[in-house]
T-cell receptor, first 117, second 111 residues
Framework: EPEVTQTPSHQVTQMGQEVILRCVPISNHLYFYWYRQILGQKVEFLVS????????KSEIFDDQFSVERPDGSNFTLKIRSTKLEDSAMYFC???????????????FGSGTRLTVV | QKEVEQDPGPLSVPEGAIVSLNCTYSNSAFQYFMWYRQYSRKGPELLMY????GNKEDGRFTAQVDKSSKYISLFIRDSQPSDSATYLCAMMASSASKIIFGSGTRLSIRP
């Protein structure tokens, strides 16, 4: 079964450093997402991306965050200057899109655990 | 009032029992309703999805949506120890919009 692949599985970084989280969505999917889950809290939406641009973002997704699809397969989340409170599991997800009628219920990756020290 | 409310549990039941998991929500714009299962340190895995009100059955799992009451449920029949996980309800207003998750119910099935 197709899956969303995320690397690395665990990243430790120092406060103030830049970090890039990488995702390979399912190949025929058109919509891409990042979510995060702080330990013990709910999964929260960060950003959605379609047709090479951000389609929606949450208030969490401030100027420190950016997303990019640098080639036909990768989808990245960059945090420019990490803070302690950015420590969380970051999940990438992808979906086919509404035109197929099966877009709801995205496929999530296994996540990257980001620890800011 | 929170947009999506879910009892965090934990919920512990004996193997073979019927499990009922529930969520309430406040946003009447939600049209798509999902249940995800999440194992420790893993991503959410889609179990069931329903559009608008009604019931949907898949094997031992049944999802129910009552939009008039803004209430959704997931029933697990003949529960197995392998069903032990955190169950997340989730909702969307449109088919490509963001998902709003509940806080998750931690379920444990005792052998």
């Amino acid at each position: 079964e197709p899956e969303v692949t995320q690397t690395p599985s665990h990243q430790v970084t120092q406060m103030g450093q830049e970090v890039i989280l990488r995702c390979v969505p399912i190949s025929n999917h058109l919509y891409f997402y990042w979510y995060r889950q702080i330990l013990g809290q709910k999964v929260e939406f960060l950003v959605s991306f379609y047709n090479n641009e951000i389609s929606e973002k949450s208030e969490i997704f401030d100027d420190q965050f950016s997303v990019e699809r640098p080639d036909g397969s990768n989808f990245t989340l960059k945090i420019r200057s990490t803070k302690l409170e950015d420590s969380a599991m970051y999940f990438c997800a992808s979906s086919e899109g509404p035109s197929t009628g099966r877009s709801y219920g995205y496929t999530f990756g296994s996540g990257t655990r980001l620890t800011v020290v | 009032q929170k947009e999506v409310e879910q009892d965090p549990g934990p919920l512990s039941v004996p193997e073979g029992a019927i499990v009922s998991l529930n969520c309430t929500y406040s946003n009447s714009a939600f049209q798509y309703f999902m249940w995800y299962r999440q194992y420790s340190r893993k991503g959410p895995e889609l179990l069931m999805y329903t559009y608008s009100s009604g019931n949907k059955e898949d094997g031992r799992f049944t999802a129910q949506v009552d939009k008039s009451s803004k209430y959704i449920s997931l029933f697990i029949r003949d529960s197995q120890p392998s069903d032990s996980a955190t169950y997340l309800c989730a909702m969307m207003a449109s088919s490509a919009s963001k998902i709003i998750f509940g806080s998750g119910t931690r379920l444990s099935i005792r052998p």
